[in-house]
């Protein structure tokens, strides 16, 4: 049974009522006391992209093509060559890639904002890279301009084959580009929805 004791302290009277652990309303107190748990940081609609692997895979592939083109082309270096985006925009990627395999890892909402900045990079450096490889395919070959007086052409300059297989990895660059253009985009949704949640989260709380 539960036992009740009244104490009075000047204008104030104090009931204390204790009640057993067999009682109903213990279970009912016990639970209604509890502070509700702090949600962790969770990162499931960030993660629904799952954008790692192009990142990654396509990261690689710029810079492999980076070293290819640099080797070949190290007398007379092309535009995208001479500007090095085969390399620092294959690093970005590499790099964001990484962090996305991280954040799957553990939920951290430092971790899901830092992609958020590499992504902004991604999607400018996307965005140079275009154009870069753009301005690379209308141009003449490298040393093919107009000889200067009593110099000729390479012999490559007159083979149109050499031109069109230049255009075409080009063209297959652009569209890597805007493939990656589209992913950064949407890890950069995925994550600004995802931050603005935990934030209200933290207000709610």
């Not at 895979?57 to 492999?64: D, K, L, Q, R, Y």
């Not at 090095?84 to 799957?104: A, C, D, H, Q, R």
């Not at 990079?121 to 040393?143: E, K, N, Q, S």
């Amino acid at each position: 049974m539960a036992a009740t004791t009244v104490t009075d302290a000047g204008n104030v009277r104090i009931i204390t009522e204790v009640i057993p652990a067999t009682d109903p309303r213990a279970a009912q107190l016990a639970s209604g006391s509890q502070a509700p748990a702090r949600t962790s940081f969770q990162t499931q609609n960030f993660r629904r992209a799952h954008p790692k692997t192009i990142h990654i895979f396509t990261g690689i592939v710029h810079i492999c093509f980076g070293i290819i083109l640099t080797l070949s082309e190290h007398r007379n270096p092309s535009l995208p060559v001479a500007s090095g985006v085969l390399f620092w925009l294959g690093i970005l990627l590499l790099v964001s890639g990484s962090l996305l395999v991280e954040s799957e890892r553990r939920d951290s909402p430092v971790l899901v904002k830092t992609c958020c900045v590499v992504n902004v990079g991604v999607v400018l450096g996307t965005l140079v890279a275009t154009g870069i490889h753009g301005t690379a395919i209308t141009r003449i070959m490298p040393g093919c301009e107009k000889p200067e007086p009593f110099q000729t052409r390479p012999e490559w300059c007159f083979n149109m084959e050499s031109k069109m297989l230049s255009n075409g990895l080009d063209s297959i660059l652009v569209l890597l580009s805007l493939l990656e253009f589209c992913v950064a985009v949407a890890v950069l949704a995925f994550g600004y929805d995802t931050v603005r949640q935990h934030t209200y989260t933290q207000l709610a709380l």
